[in-house]
């Protein structure tokens, strides 16, 4: 019954308009914000707490802006482009603070922004002011909501108490999701997906975090996302029993057997990919109202997670010293020409991740 519940649930908030979204989002986020009081004193309050992460993390919209502090990464994952970029002209480089204030300024004309600092390549806690970059960009009052994603990798104690203070000092709970990437349940596994030999120090880390959240009395929502090897089952047990040995409550463990992929992407026979959209593309797909602001200053229409190809520059925007209305522009071109033409940019031809939003 809970497992039917929910599906309704997800049916009916994915009816909602973009707007209503929002507000649905906001709403439920200060709903958390007054559950999170003595939560521990009042144990009814954390299956609320439970249903507030849901709605949240299903009413993140589609037009969210994705904010690339660094497009550097500690691995090579077999699923990513980062491999093959590395091979190309892409220049790897961390924000820099020029570009995070021009990038800045643009928010303001953003209304109830949700910002997700989740990069195309790249590991966020690999720049080295992560914690002032993230902490000015919520400061901007016209972002209401934040993610952050990492594969902790580089989650070692002094940057588990950085995120710890950014989360005390987060008074309007903007930042209320966490996301965490983890290759497999074992360290062959891991090494196989990721291509470096950091199963166990992540398990680790990741132990020590959720230990240091629960000791601080934060409530922030823990999402750890397990890649898989095509042959290998997930064992939900086995995953709470390894990543959950303090028993902290909000957290949420998924899986997936399934990559994304498109025509121009270089498959590996470890991994299953989704299989392409069997329906004729003749809307622009939902995810090109997404913005990314890239760690080099550009601006993309930021598809989804393989919007950026090796070589390829055909859903950029603009730079971060151009207006809204140039950037504004392109994107709409973009669209235009997909949709009157039929031109469909490179990473979206044979793309596993189109949706078209009625």
């Given at each position: ?274 299989h392409k959209v069997p329906i004729e593309k003749t809307k622009a797909c939902s995810y090109l109202y997404k913005t990314r602001f890239a760690a080099d200053g550009s601006i993309w229409a930021d598809g989804c997670v393989i919007s950026e190809m090796p070589g390829d520059s055909s859903l950029r925007l603009g730079s971060a010293s151009d207006s809204l ?34």
């Amino acid at each position: 019954m809970k497992q039917k519940i929910k599906i309704a649930l997800e049916l009916l908030l994915n009816r909602l308009s973009e707007e209503n979204t929002r507000r649905v989002s906001l709403g439920f986020s200060h709903f958390k914000k007054q559950l999170s009081v003595a939560y521990k004193k009042q144990s009814w309050k954390i299956r609320l707490i439970h249903l507030c992460d849901f709605i949240i993390v299903r009413t993140n919209g589609f037009r969210f802006i994705e904010f690339e502090l660094t497009n550097i990464c500690n691995a090579q994952c077999i699923f990513c482009p980062y491999p093959d970029m590395l091979r190309t002209e892409k220049k790897f480089m961390n924000m820099t603070s020029e570009t995070l204030a021009m990038n800045s300024k643009k928010l303001s004309h953003f209304k109830n922004a949700m910002v997700s600092f989740t990069p195309t390549t790249g590991d966020t806690l690999l720049h080295p002011e992560w914690p002032a970059f993230i902490a000015s960009i919520m400061a901007v009052p016209q972002v209401k909501q934040t993610t952050f994603f990492t594969n902790a990798i580089k989650l070692d104690i002094e940057n588990q108490h950085k995120l710890i203070d950014l989360l005390k000092h987060d008074n309007h709970l903007k930042m209320s999701q966490l996301y965490f990437s983890i290759g497999g349940l074992n360290r062959t596994d891991y090494k196989t997906l990721y291509k470096v030999d950091r199963f166990d120090l992540v398990i680790e880390q990741i132990n020590s975090f959720l230990l240091l959240l629960l000791e601080n009395n934060l409530t922030t929502g823990i999402h750890l996302h397990l890649k898989m090897l095509r042959a290998n089952d997930f064992k939900l047990a086995e995953a709470i029993s390894l990543l959950n040995k303090n028993k902290y409550p909000f957290l949420y463990i998924s899986h997936s057997h399934l990559y994304y992929s498109n025509d121009g992407y270089n498959r590996n026979a470890q991994i299953a990919y989704y299989h392409k959209v069997p329906i004729e593309k003749t809307k622009a797909c939902s995810y090109l109202y997404k913005t990314r602001f890239a760690a080099d200053g550009s601006i993309w229409a930021d598809g989804c997670v393989i919007s950026e190809m090796p070589g390829d520059s055909s859903l950029r925007l603009g730079s971060a010293s151009d207006s809204l209305t140039v950037i504004e522009a392109a994107r709409t071109k973009i669209i235009a020409d997909w949709e009157q033409q039929s031109l469909i940019p490179k990473p979206c031809q044979g793309c596993t991740v189109y949706h078209c939003k009625k």
